[in-house]
């Protein structure tokens, strides 16, 4: 499992370990990792031209002394301090090692020798600010930010990307985009979160020996697929393993219903039930003849993929959420067919307009709050939350959170949401509680996706039909 931290939790951390060692040791452990991560990052160091932009706290310090590491090690390694306040003692080691400080005037708008010292950059680091930082970028160094961009030099984030929002995700005012984050101690929230975990890039952690608390928001990896994955055993039978009924599909759109079952089949169940319209059953026989069409006892629904909310079943969906026994997953057209009461354990598969429209917010505020929305309409609504995007977020009502870190933007294709629930309501089914049915469907759905899009552009059943391959590499590796 991946965790992620509040900047509280980590300074509180930080603070804890400080007082048990030398000062300066934590600084020093973090330069360390930097400057190794730098020398991977390149394959080289002698030789190579990097620049470091310095802000005014201890992330310039980090930065400074990973630069007098590289120097050491001979870097051609130039600072561009954007304070007149920046680490005395990293500056002074800076120096010794022989770094360059660039002396040009940020303000003065001249910055003729730091636009040559950038032209030239094989990589930049940003120790402009960290945990400590306030979203946004200041004139002079968003100045900066643009030309390292215009001359397409990659830049290498201290612990964050400077201007985003940490303990958010968000990126309510300007930023950078990182080719590489290199952080320290833990994950913080926005290494995880969109869009703020997109500037970050690949997220590199160097372990500085942190003591930590249960983490604000996790991410699955492969060995936690593999242990929480209802693996059929020598007892078990198709009911066991678990029944999904389906309610999904529309005369309108016949291919939610296929698709959804596509999902469904290729997760741990043992049956799948599709309850529906004759005409969208036999769609659904004509390509799945296992599907057991009619009535029965399920152990999950999975409801609203490809029905339009006016197209609904109002009594039926009331019934299935006033029911204790069984939970429901509440996707596409049911999502608007919500109202306030329910007593079924519910997980509601939206994208972010769809979210929107629950909660009576702007697509845009959703996409650029993603983890507060999911997080608010859980525990307002007292149900789990699979928000769809580049990177989902679940969202409980317990306050447990999962972001999935290994989306593909390949998955963004019509039919791929009917999939995801499908597959969902399978792992529902078996028995696994809400978060953690979501959280691996959301994965598996991604690792499905990147497999099938490695041959080339994707479609919804593509998807789909590499879900087994998938998951027997997660399974077996
Ligand atoms: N506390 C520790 O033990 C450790 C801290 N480390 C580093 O220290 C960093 C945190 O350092 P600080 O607490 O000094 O804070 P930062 O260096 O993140 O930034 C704070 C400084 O930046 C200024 N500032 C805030 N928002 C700004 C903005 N938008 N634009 C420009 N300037 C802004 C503030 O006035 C303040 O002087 C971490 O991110 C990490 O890089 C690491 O060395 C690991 C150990
Ligand atoms: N840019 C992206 N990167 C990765 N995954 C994405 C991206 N955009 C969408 N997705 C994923 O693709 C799926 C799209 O689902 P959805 O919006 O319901 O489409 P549909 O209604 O056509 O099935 C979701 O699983 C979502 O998380
Ligand atoms: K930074």
């Known amino acids: 499992m991946r965790h992620a931290y509040t900047v509280e939790q980590v300074r509180s951390a930080e603070a804890a370990l400080m007082a048990k060692l030398p000062p300066g040791t934590l600084m020093q452990r973090a330069a ?174 160097v372990d500085i020996g942190l003591d930590l608390p249960p983490a604000e928001v996790q991410s699955l990896q492969a060995d936690d697929v593999r242990a929480l994955y209802p693996v059929p055993h020598g007892e078990s039978d198709k009911y066991s393993r678990g029944v999904l009924g389906l309610m999904v599909g529309s005369p309108q759109y016949p291919g939610a219903a296929v698709m959804a079952t596509a999902g469904a089949l290729a997760g741990p169940v043992g049956m799948v039930r599709y309850v529906g319209s004759s005409s969208v059953g036999q769609a659904v026989l004509a390509e799945y003849p296992e599907v057991v069409v009619g009535e029965g006892r399920v152990q999950a629904w999975a409801v609203g993929s490809g029905i339009s909310t006016s197209g609904v079943d109002r009594d039926r969906f009331t019934r299935l959420i006033q029911q204790d026994d069984v939970p429901v997953i509440v996707d596409a057209g049911a999502i608007g067919a919500l109202g306030t009461k329910h007593s079924a354990r519910l997980v509601i598969t939206p994208h972010a307009g769809e979210l929107g429209q629950l909660l009576g917010v702007p697509r845009a505020e959703i996409e650029a709050g993603r983890l507060h929305y999911a997080r608010t309409a859980a525990e307002e609504r007292q149900l789990t939350v699979l928000l769809k995007g580049a990177t989902t977020v679940v969202a409980s009502p317990d306050g447990t959170t999962y972001v999935n870190p290994i989306a593909t933007p390949w998955l963004a294709t019509a039919g791929s949401g009917d999939v995801l629930a499908g597959l969902l309501g399978a792992f529902l089914a078996s028995g696994l509680d809400e978060a953690r049915a979501a959280a691996l469907a959301a994965y598996l759905h991604a690792a499905a996706g990147t497999l099938a899009s490695a041959a080339g552009p994707i479609t919804a059943m593509s998807i789909a039909h590499a879900l087994p391959a998938a998951t027997r590499h997660l399974l077996s590796s």
């Open 32 to 205: 360390t990792g930097l400057a190794v991560a730098v020398s991977n990052f390149l394959g080289r160091t002698y030789g190579a031209n990097i620049v470091l932009l310095i802000g005014s706290g201890d992330n310039g310090g980090d930065a400074l002394y990973a630069g007098a590491r590289l120097a050491r090690r001979g870097a051609r390694v130039t600072a561009i301090l954007l304070s007149e306040k920046v680490h005395a003692a990293g500056l002074e080691a800076f120096r010794l090692a022989g770094g360059r400080v660039d002396t040009s005037d940020a303000l003065a708008g001249g910055r003729v020798g730091a636009s040559d010292d950038l032209a030239d950059a094989d990589v930049v680091l940003d120790g402009i600010v960290g945990i400590g930082g306030r979203p946004g970028l200041r004139p002079d160094a968003e100045a900066l930010v643009r030309r390292v961009e215009q001359h397409g030099v990659p830049i290498v984030a201290v612990d964050v990307p400077s201007g985003v929002d940490v303990d958010t995700g968000e990126t309510p005012e300007s930023h950078l985009n990182a080719a590489l984050t290199v952080t320290f101690g833990t994950h913080k929230i926005c290494h995880l979160v969109d869009p703020a975990a997109t500037a970050c890039g690949p997220v590199h952690l």
